[in-house]
């Protein structure tokens, strides 16, 4: 364990639950199952067009009220360590905390989501803690309401991944209308170990922009739900492979796999899915897919929201 002090810096599935004296949130990974690039602002802003969806696997963020002023953060899990060196000013989870309560907090993050990964780790972070200052507030349906509020300031993706369920992502990330009716499919989620800056990614992106997607009300399958999202694209993709060629040897190694109905990058990388029918045919795509230096999941979409 790291910690980052005052800030002093130093696991649940599904929806919260208490455990003991502290309240804990599973933070999901959010990914893009396609990503347009469709406009920007006048301030520099991209405007994006995508479908987004919440995988089995997560972080998970636990907090404590502390008799003592202040907020204490503490890391854990497989990749805390990768963030332990970070400036405690611009962690989202510290921030979202100070934004709505932040005093006389413990606050420990187990991290087991890649750091810089495509699959928003840390707005899922902050967006659990700010279900957590909710919970914790005397009016929680005041606070959660602010939560929304306070969620948009601080990133695209908060405020998707306040609710994390399925949804149309637009603008910079603000406007969320429901997803289509999503078919029973599962994921397999590859990282290979290389984070990948957004910036740079956008920055290498060539000019030119696409046009948002024409999406059913439903889809009656994994197949034709696949089938659909191939005619789209992530248009971070090809930028982002250019900064970090392995991107595409994951892809390729997910793609050859036995049942992958899709293979693509989440986000603006370095993590990639492949898209199966069936849990047993990811798993088995899991256990061949990697090599030991991956991160590799495989599993069922997230569909609670625990706000």
Same mark, same amino acid.
């Given at each position: 364990?790291?910690?980052?002090?005052?800030?002093?810096?130093?696991? /649940?599935?599904? !929806?919260?639950?208490?455990?003991?004296? #502290?309240? $804990?949130? @599973?933070?999901?990974?959010?990914? %893009?199952?396609?990503?347009?690039?469709?406009?920007?602002? @006048?301030d520099g802003y991209h405007l994006l067009d995508s479908l987004a969806v919440f995988a089995g696997a997560h972080d998970r963020l636990r907090v404590r009220r502390s008799p003592d002023p202040g907020l204490r953060f503490a890391l854990e899990g497989r990749f805390g360590a990768a963030l332990a060196g970070d400036d405690p000013?611009? %962690?989202? /989870? *510290?921030?979202?905390? +100070?934004?709505?309560?932040?005093?006389g907090l413990d606050l420990t993050l187990e991290k087991n989501l890649p750091v810089a990964s495509g699959i928003g780790g840390g707005s899922a972070d902050a967006a659990a803690c700010l279900r957590l200052m909710a919970r914790l507030g005397q009016d929680p349906a005041h606070a959660a309401g602010r939560s929304v509020a306070v969620a948009a300031s601080l990133g695209a993706d908060v405020p998707v991944c306040l609710a994390q369920r399925p949804a149309r992502m637009r603008?910079?990330?603000?406007?969320?209308?429901? @997803?289509?009716?999503?078919? @029973?499919?599962?994921?397999?989620?590859? %990282?290979?170990? /290389?984070g990948v800056s957004t910036q740079a990614v956008f +920055? #290498?992106?060539?000019?030119?922009? +696409?046009?948002?997607?024409?999406?059913?009300?439903?889809?009656?399958?994994?197949?034709?739900?696949?089938?659909?999202?191939?005619?789209?694209?992530?248009?971070?993709?090809?930028?982002?492979?250019?900064?970090?060629?392995? *991107? #595409?040897? !994951?892809?390729? #190694?997910?793609?050859? $796999?036995?049942?992958?109905l899709l293979a693509r990058m989440s986000g603006s990388g370095a993590t990639c899915f492949g898209l199966f029918a069936t849990l047993a045919a990811a798993e088995l795509a899991a256990s061949r897919v990697g090599r030991p230096d991956w991160w590799i999941w495989a599993g069922p979409l997230h569909e609670i929201s625990s706000i």
């Open positions: 364990m790291s910690r980052i002090d005052d800030v002093a810096t130093t696991p /649940v599935d599904g !929806v919260a639950e208490d455990h003991g004296d #502290a309240l $804990m949130e @599973a933070a999901h990974a959010k990914i %893009n199952l396609y990503l347009h690039v469709v406009g920007r602002r @006048a000013a611009g %962690n989202l /989870v *510290i921030r979202a905390a +100070r934004a709505v309560s932040g005093d603008g910079i990330g603000e406007i969320l209308d429901p @997803a289509p009716r999503l078919p @029973a499919c599962f994921l397999v989620l590859v %990282n290979c170990g /290389v +920055r #290498a992106r060539p000019p030119g922009f +696409r046009p948002e997607a024409a999406l059913p009300a439903a889809w009656p399958d994994a197949q034709a739900m696949a089938a659909d999202l191939a005619r789209l694209s992530n248009d971070l993709e090809a930028p982002a492979i250019a900064l970090c060629p392995p *991107i #595409a040897t !994951v892809l390729a #190694a997910i793609g050859a $796999m036995q049942g992958c």
